[in-house]
Every structure is written in structure tokens, then in C-alpha cells.
């Protein structure tokens, strides 16, 4: 969609534990730097072990051994409460990086993601990163997580529209119900694209039908599109009458958002 | 009855979509006396082809962390949550300050429960509730019993979720003196997919011969490494991209993660799923022969690598 966009446009990945639209894109990056997230560090000198920073971490931590404190660090939200409510100022925080950011800018299209380090299980602070260039833009593209937890709210939250994409199976249906229940959360307005169409069976139809959710557009089941996907090519650039199809996706998208 | 050790084996598969769950169910229906975990908390499927029409035995509600909830009769309107809270989860309409008249507002979905603008409210305003943040269900089905959960949309406490989740499990396969735990892992690398692996025994990755499937494919296995999980995978769709099927054997010969099939592009996945049935019972498919033998290689390929835990279970 992005690549049949009229205007210069962003694409924002933010799928950051599994980002793939660069294998797509293939761009070559003009930026690059390490993301990090506050953690706390306790001096064992200062520190007389009152255990404050304990009793007001609600994610439980921090543990006193042997009357001094140490931290789970996969625990840790990084809310800077220990730190502020020591009484002996014996916690600092400090930078711990999680993963890498990386954005390529050209005349007309600019691509960000991000690289959530192995082993690393909070994804929010890449995101939001990430999500950082969309300041200004005229037209940025979000590709999301899957799922509905929370990388897939922060990378939805105050966007103007979301398109969900799904398929025309039982799978599909029962993620598609909860997207629908997430985003009306949200309060943002949404549409539906069905992809592989013509595979499976007619409920997510009848149910856009019945929860009166406008289809922005039907890709069709077709084993080229699934050749050129697994190479990493763009179908709209290879099949033109798929350049079509996400055209006029875009278009619908732009003049949902104007109603 | 509860030291003898039950196994416990995680499907994963980085990318989304690759057919790990179709995997799960079909190897539910060939292995007697399994607890079946559904373990992908943001979007549980696997009750559809293992359990549709089935009512649950229990619903257990899932409590988690805190949320902040401001008085507005007590707030100021100085602003001091807006300083502390880092998950930008506090708004004022119209703007903070003291001689403004606006009142704190928190957005449900951005609190992470720290409590800092509690603690560090002057006017004691804001105060906070426990989150109610899902559901689990125990269900029987074709196979064996089922543990499912539904993450309130939005939710952040997924991985915690999943412990729940994979306890419940344990405790019924030791109620029904089942060998063995089936876990539906989720996608990705973060928060849930290590809750789904920490302590498995091990883990069988469904790919795809995609150039998605295989990056996502290098990132999980290092984390199953990471996490020193003896792993497996199985190449989904493998007639897609006949050249990337093999670039995958190779990357996964570099880890040590074991190929045990290779499966082709088949709509028998896709008829079974519509029917709400798993492939094994859907027909008598070239697929579930073959996924039938590959159930088999993870199980001996298992048994061997974990020779230790054989001779414990043997005792």
C-alpha cells in the first residue's frame, strides 16, 4: 500500500519482535542507533537496606538478599519509583539498551523499524520510538504487531484510522472479532481488508455485514501472490492489476477518514 | 504422583501464520492422554478445531497489576502525574496547572499500575484498583483437556497470562496422570513466546519458505538457544519457494535445530479449519501422513536428546 501511495509517505514498522517489511523494502539505511530504557542501579555503599524501593515497586522486582536490594530486570517497567522514593538517593538509573532502531530516508519515502534484542521481553519502549517519526508527516503507514495486547495498542494508540486485515476462515474471524473489540476501545475509527479471499467460507463477510464495518477491499487467494511474497516481492510491482486493488484500498482508507 | 516428571513440548513459530496451530491440533488428535495449553493469549484459536461447540467445565477470572484511577472532586489539577508517570498515560484537557480547573484523566490502556502519581500525588487524589486483565477456561475436548485464557483486549500482562496458563496445565496433567503437555506458543520473540518456552522440554518451530518466515524463523531459534531449549522445526507450505526451503535447512543446520518434515502447500489446511476439524480427522490426506510421521521423529529425536530425563521417567 505504501508503495502505491500518491504522496511522499512513511512506513513505520512496528512489529518490532518479527519486523518484515524491510525484506520487502529493502532499504539502505541512512540511520541507525541503539534504543535504551532506564533501569535502576543500586550503590551497595550508600544503600542501608530499608527497603522502601521494595515495598514501592509494584511489579515485585526488587528482592532484599541478604539485606540488600537486587533487581529482576525483566520485571522492571522502567518507572523510575525506586529511584525517586530512596531515601539515601543509593539508586541511579541507568541506560540499558533493548534493541536497535533503524530508518532509511529517500526523496520521496522514509522507512523506520525496529530490532527488539533476543531474550528482551518488553517491546513498548522500540515502539515508541519507532512511532517518534510520525511527528509531522503528512501520510504515515503503521504496520502493527499482530495480536491485541499491548505492542499492538501502543502501536495503534492515536492513530486516525486502522485498517484490519484478515482472512475469510474460522481463525480469521475469531482474531478479527477481538481487533474490532480492541480499536472500538480505543475509539478509532476502523475498516476491514480481506485477504485470501475466496479461500474458506463467507463469515467475516456477513459479520462486517451485521456490525455494519465497512470491507475496504478483497485480495483474492492466488498462488502467485504467495510466490512473490515468500521471495520478498512487492506484488503490486510485479502483477499490475494488484496495483489496482491496494489503490483504491488507500484511497477508500483517505476518504474514511475525511467523513 | 507429582514427581514423576511430565513433558512438556512448545510449538512456536516467529512469524505468524505459518500454521503452527493446525500443527498443534493434529498432533493432539494422534497423541493419547495430552493436556492441550493454548498459550497465544492475544488470539487463543486452537479451541476451534479441538473443541468448537464444547462448553467450558471452568472459568477462572486473571487479576493483574494495577491501574490508577483519579478522584476528581480531590485532584488539583497541579500536574505532578503528568511529570512522574513515563508510559504518558495521564492527560489534562486543556492543560495543567495550578490555577487551571482541568482534572487528571487516566487512559486505561497506557497505565502500567507503578503508582507513581499515587505516591507522588499532594493531594492524594489518585488511587488504585486491582486490574481485572482476562480469563482462563479449562475445556474438554476431542483429545484431552484444554487450558485456554482470553487477554482483556489491550492488556499488557500477556507472559503472566501464559505462567497462568501453563500452571493450570501441570496441575491437570497431574489430576489426570497425562504424560505430556502440548503448548500452542504465540508469535513473535517477546513477552509471551518466552513465558511459552522457559522450562519446556522442547520446542518445534513451524515455518514457512518465505523470506519473512525465515528471519523470523533465525530470531526465534536464537531465543530457544538463548534459553537452551533443544529445538526442532518443521517447513510448512515447503513447495512455495523450493530455493528458500533450502536456505532454511541450512540456517537450521547452523543451530542445531533438527528439520523433521517438510510439508507442501495443501487447501486440506484450510477445508479442515472451515470445517472446524483438525487435519488428521478431516481425510485420509497425503498431509496427515505425513504430519502423522513427523509427530513421531519429535517424540524419538526427543527421547534421545534427552536421555537423562528417559531414565528418570523410566525409575
Known sequence: ?259 | MRDRKIEQISVISGKGGTGKTSYVAAFACIQPDVVLADCDVDAANLHLLVASGQKNDETIPFTSGYKAMVDPDVCTGCGKCVEVCRFHAVRFEGGAGADSRAKAQIEDLACEGCGCCADECPAAAISLRENTAGELFVSPTRFGTLIHARLTPGQGTSGKLVARVREKAVDIAGEKGAELILIDGSPGIGCPVIASLSGADGALIVTEPTVAGLHDLIRVADLCDHFKIPTYAVINKCDINLELADRIQEQCRDRRVEVLGSVPFDPVFVNALTAGVTVMEYDDSEVARNIKGIWSALLSSMRKNNHAFTKAAAR
Open chain 1, 1 to 259: 500500500m505504501a508503495l502505491c501511495s500518491p504522496s511522499n509517505t512513511v512506513l513505520l514498522d512496528c512489529d518490532v519482535e518479527a519486523p518484515n517489511a524491510h525484506l520487502f523494502l529493502k532499504p539502505e539505511y541512512t540511520e541507525r542507533e541503539r534504543v535504551t530504557v532506564l533501569k535502576p542501579v543500586f550503590d551497595p555503599d550508600l544503600c542501608t537496606g530499608c527497603g522502601r524501593c521494595r515495598e514501592v515497586c509494584r511489579f515485585n522486582a526488587i528482592v532484599l538478599l541478604t539485606g540488600k536490594p537486587m533487581l529482576f530486570q525483566e520485571l522492571c517497567h522502567s518507572c523510575g519509583g525506586c529511584a525517586r522514593n530512596c531515601p539515601v538517593g543509593a539508586i541511579e538509573e541507568v541506560r540499558f539498551e533493548v534493541g536497535t532502531y533503524e530508518a532509511a530516508e529517500s526523496r520521496s519515502f522514509f522507512f523506520a523499524h525496529g530490532l527488539l534484542d533476543i531474550g528482551e521481553s518488553r517491546s513498548s519502549p522500540l515502539i515508541i520510538r519507532v512511532k517518534e517519526e510520525a511527528h509531522d508527516r503528512e501520510l504515515v503507514l503503521i504496520d502493527a504487531p499482530p495480536g491485541t495486547s499491548c505492542p499492538m495498542v501502543e502501536s495503534v494508540r492515536d492513530t486516525d484510522y486502522a485498517v484490519l486485515v484478515t482472512e475469510p476462515t474460522p481463525f480469521g474471524l475469531h482474531d478479527l472479532k477481538l481487533a474490532v473489540e480492541t480499536v472500538r476501545k480505543l475509539g478509532i475509527p476502523f475498516g476491514v481488508v480481506i485477504n485470501r479471499a475466496g479461500l474458506g467460507e463467507e463469515s467475516v463477510k456477513v459479520f462486517c455485514l451485521g456490525e455494519k464495518i465497512p470491507v475496504l477491499g478483497e485480495i483474492p487467494f492466488d498462488r502467485r501472490v504467495a510466490v512473490l511474497y515468500s521471495r520478498g516481492d512487492v506484488v503490486s510491482e510485479f502483477l499490475p492489476e494488484y496495483r489496482e486493488i491496494f489503490s483504491s484500498i488507500l484511497e477508500r482508507v483517505l476518504c474514511e477518514i475525511e467523513k
